[in-house]
Each structure stands twice: as C-alpha cells, then as structure tokens.
C-alpha cells in the first residue's frame, strides 16, 4: 500500500530534474556567445570587486551548464542539486540586494544584463522564479531518485526479480 501512495514520487522528481536541469543548461549556454555582456550582467550588482567580475562572469556559465547536465542525465543527482539550491540563493541574494539598494538592472539571468530603465526590472518576478525552483532543488536533493536517470540505485520495481 505504502508502495502505490508514493508511486509518483520518482515520476515528480524526474520532472523538477529536467526543468531544473533544463533551466541551468539554457542559462549557461545563452551566456557563453557573449562574454562582455556577462561580465556587465555581473558588474551591475556592485557586490564583486572588479578582480572577480570577469572569473565569476566567464566561470558562471560553465557550472551552470555542468549541473544542468548532470540533473538531464540523472548523474550525481544529490550533488548537483545541492549545487543548483546553492547557485540558487546566491542568485536570490543578488537580485534581492539589487532589490532593495534601488538598482536598475536586468539580473542577466539568461544572458544580457547591465542597467535598464526602471520600468524594465523584473525583481519580483525574478524572485518568485528562483525561489520556485529553489524549492524544487531541495526537493529533489533530499528525494534524488527519479526514473530516465543515468546514475545511482534503480528504484525498487526496476530491479529484477530472482524468482
């Protein structure tokens, strides 16, 4: 009985890693054709010194894309969503910070960046959107099994029998 209750459980957990996933992979890769515009997007927020904002512009993408992967594969499930919960409150903390210090920026979350009219910030928006898939990271970190996964331990009726 217990069984059949749950028996959604690996199917909502592939879900949250493919949307996770799917997010990350976008978000790395619309970054990568334009380097300036990355490190304008990561300027803006006026939380770096200027050392760092070329590294974390140019790194950024690159983890993005890597923990993306590995939640579309289904490999280092846990870990890579602990990864994406902790991508997750730092992006949350920049663009609240920006928030509330009246910045004018676009959070370049998915390439561009840099400041915009104030009409043209996104701050609850952008809020409600990592926070939402902050939620689904934990999740999936604290439940990572999920089916059309390439790593970790088959779920129980995926184990053969030996009847």
Do not use: N
């Amino acid at each position: 009985m217990r069984q059949e209750r749950f028996a959604h459980v690996p199917w909502a957990a592939t879900a949250a890693r493919l949307v996770l996933g799917g997010v990350f992979v976008v978000a790395g890769v619309l970054k990568v054709p334009d380097p300036a515009a990355a490190v304008r997007a990561v300027r803006a927020y006026q939380l770096l010194p200027e050392s760092l904002a070329a590294p974390v512009a140019f790194g950024l993408p690159v983890v993005e894309i890597a923990v993306g992967l590995a939640l579309l594969a289904g490999v280092f499930v846990r870990t890579a969503a602990l990864a994406a919960a902790a991508l997750l409150v730092v992006f949350l903390v920049r663009v609240g910070s920006a928030w509330a210090r009246g910045l004018r920026i676009d959070c370049g979350c998915f390439g561009g960046g840099g400041e915009v009219a104030a009409a043209d910030t996104a701050y609850p928006t952008e809020v409600l959107r990592d926070g939402a898939l902050l939620l689904g990271a934990l999740v999936l970190a604290r439940w990572p099994r999920s089916r059309l996964a390439l790593g970790g331990r088959p779920l129980p009726e995926e184990v053969p029998s030996r009847a």
